[in-house]
C-alpha cells in the first residue's frame, strides 16, 4: 500500500536552534515528492520539489533532500516567521498521477 | 495577481441541507481538484478535473458532487449523503494532471455542520 508517513507530528525549537523534518514513503512509481507550507487557516504554499534520490533544494532557510526512501525538510537557525505545519506530498505514476499526502508536522519556533 | 479564489471562507449547515463551494482560477490551468482536510489526516482528494466537462472521482467522492463548465470554475457541492461533512476543504489547480504537478491551493472553506 502507498503510504507517506512525516515526523514528528510536532516540533517545538528555539530561535537559531536547528533542525530535521522527516518524511518517508513506501509508494510505487515515484514521479516526484513535495514540500508545502501551510500557515493555519489558509491552503498550503509550496515549497520544494525534487525528483530523483541524491537531489537538494534550498530556500532561505530551508533545503530539501531526498533518498531512495525518505526526504529531510532541514531548518537552519529558524525564526519565529518559520512557524507553520510542513506537508509532505508524493506523486506516484499511473493515469491519476495521484499525489498522496502526509499527515504533516507542526512546527513552533519560539522567540 | 493571478490565484484561486474559494468561497466562502466559513459556512454553517444543518443537516440534511447541500451546499455548494466555490471555486475560481485565473491561471489558466486545466487541471482542478478538491482536497478535504481533517485534523491528524493528511488531505485526502474528493474529485479531479482534467478539462471542462470532464471530471473523476478520487477516494471519498462518495456525498460530494461537482461540475467543471468553464476551464476557471469547479463548484463542489456537499450532499446531504456525506456523513460526516464538517472539515476543511481545499481547492487546487495545476497545469494538467500528467507529469509532476506542483498543485496551487486556494485559501480553503471551512464547513461546520450544526
Known amino acids: 500500500e502507498d503510504q507517506v508517513t512525516q515526523s514528528p507530528e510536532a516540533l517545538r525549537l528555539q530561535e537559531g536552534e536547528s533542525s530535521s523534518l522527516n518524511c518517508s514513503y513506501t509508494?510505487?512509481?515515484?514521479?516526484?515528492l513535495f514540500w508545502y507550507r501551510q500557515d493555519p487557516g489558509k491552503g498550503p504554499e509550496f515549497l520544494f520539489t525534487?525528483?530523483?534520490a541524491g537531489e537538494e533544494k534550498e530556500k532561505e532557510r530551508l533545503k530539501a533532500t531526498l533518498t531512495k526512501k525518505e526526504s529531510f525538510l532541514h531548518i537552519t537557525a529558524p525564526k519565529p516567521e518559520d512557524s507553520a505545519t510542513y506537508l509532505c506530498?508524493?506523486?506516484?505514476?499511473?493515469?491519476?498521477?495521484?499525489?498522496?499526502f502526509g499527515t504533516g508536522t507542526l512546527l513552533a519556533v519560539q522567540p | 495577481d493571478g490565484g484561486i479564489t474559494q468561497s466562502p471562507k466559513y459556512l454553517f449547515r444543518k443537516e440534511g441541507q447541500n451546499v455548494t463551494l466555490s471555486c475560481e482560477q485565473n491561471?489558466?490551468?486545466?487541471?482542478m481538484y478538491w482536497y478535504r482536510q481533517d485534523p491528524g489526516q493528511g488531505l485526502r482528494l474528493i474529485y479531479y478535473?482534467?478539462?471542462?466537462?470532464?471530471?473523476q472521482k478520487g477516494d471519498i467522492a462518495e456525498g460530494y458532487s461537482v461540475s467543471r463548465e468553464k476551464k476557471e470554475s469547479f463548484p463542489l457541492t456537499v450532499t446531504s449523503a456525506q456523513k460526516n461533512p464538517t472539515a476543511f476543504y481545499l481547492c487546487?489547480?495545476?497545469?494538467?494532471?500528467?507529469?509532476?504537478?506542483?498543485?496551487?491551493f486556494g485559501a480553503g472553506s471551512r464547513l461546520t455542520v450544526l
Open positions: 478535473s482534467q478539462i471542462v466537462n470532464d471530471f
Open positions: 487546487a489547480s495545476a497545469p494538467r494532471v500528467s507529469g509532476a504537478n506542483v498543485l496551487t
Open positions: 491561471l489558466n490551468h486545466d487541471a
Open positions: 509508494v510505487s512509481g515515484l514521479r516526484g
Open positions: 506530498a508524493v506523486q506516484i505514476g499511473g493515469a491519476t498521477n495521484k499525489l498522496i
Open positions: 525534487l525528483y530523483s
